[in-house]
């Protein structure tokens, strides 16, 4: 798939996602097979909101929900008390499956997907399992240090360049907390 083809589809992705927000609706269960794409006129559509909820603030929603490739570590974590954001982890997620043709954290359990997070994103702090869920039990995850990976090493598909975009790639850098590697450009 190309570049500007890829920038498109997420454009409409993150488009659509933005509406679902300002109406509070979460789809709750954003996958590929939920994601339909017009390879004629590049149109991308969002659809089977049989998951979808209109998220009220203080009202529990489930935490088992969203496909497992695809769901966000909140909803691991247990998370009730989430908001429109677990769509775009999800988005995300799709993205990456889009240039990849794989899932980026495919795994058979939640803690295997909870893994399989850590080893691209390092393992969270304490502090920060608790911003994604209040009330987890910290005693209850045991995870080893790890340090996030540099994206151009998670999947090197995602970095592909071309010689006239190779200058800008060397000066983009990304804004995740551990990372300092350049961002795909062009």
Same mark, same amino acid.
């Given at each position: 798939? /190309?570049?500007?083809?890829?920038? +498109?589809?997420?454009?409409? *992705? ?8 300002? @109406? $509070? ?64 982890? /999800?988005?995300?997620?799709?993205? +990456?499956?889009?240039?990849? *043709? ?8 939640? @803690? $295997? ?74």
């Amino acid at each position: 798939m /190309s570049r500007l083809k890829l920038k +498109v589809f997420a454009y409409q *992705l993150f488009r659509g996602l933005a509406y679902l927000r300002t @109406i $509070d609706i979460a789809h709750r269960d954003m996958k590929p097979q939920n994601v339909l794409v017009n390879d004629n006129n590049w149109n991308l559509l969002i659809c089977d909101f049989g998951s979808a909820k209109r998220l009220v603030a203080g009202e529990p929603n489930l935490a088992y929900i969203c496909s497992r490739c695809y769901r966000a570590p909140e909803l691991i974590f247990g998370s009730t008390n989430y908001d429109t954001q677990i769509d775009m982890w /999800s988005a995300g997620c799709i993205l +990456v499956e889009m240039v990849t *043709l794989e899932p980026i954290f495919r795994s058979d359990s939640n @803690i $295997d997907q909870l893994v399989e997070i850590i080893k691209v994103l390092g393992t969270p702090s304490d502090q920060e399992i608790l911003e994604m869920n209040p009330d987890c039990e910290l005693d209850k995850y045991q995870f080893p240090k790890i340090n996030c990976r540099p994206w151009e090493k998670v999947h090197p598909l995602l970095f592909r360049s071309s010689k006239r975009n190779s200058s800008a790639n060397s000066s983009t850098t990304c804004s995740h907390r551990c990372s300092d590697t350049a961002l795909p450009a062009g």
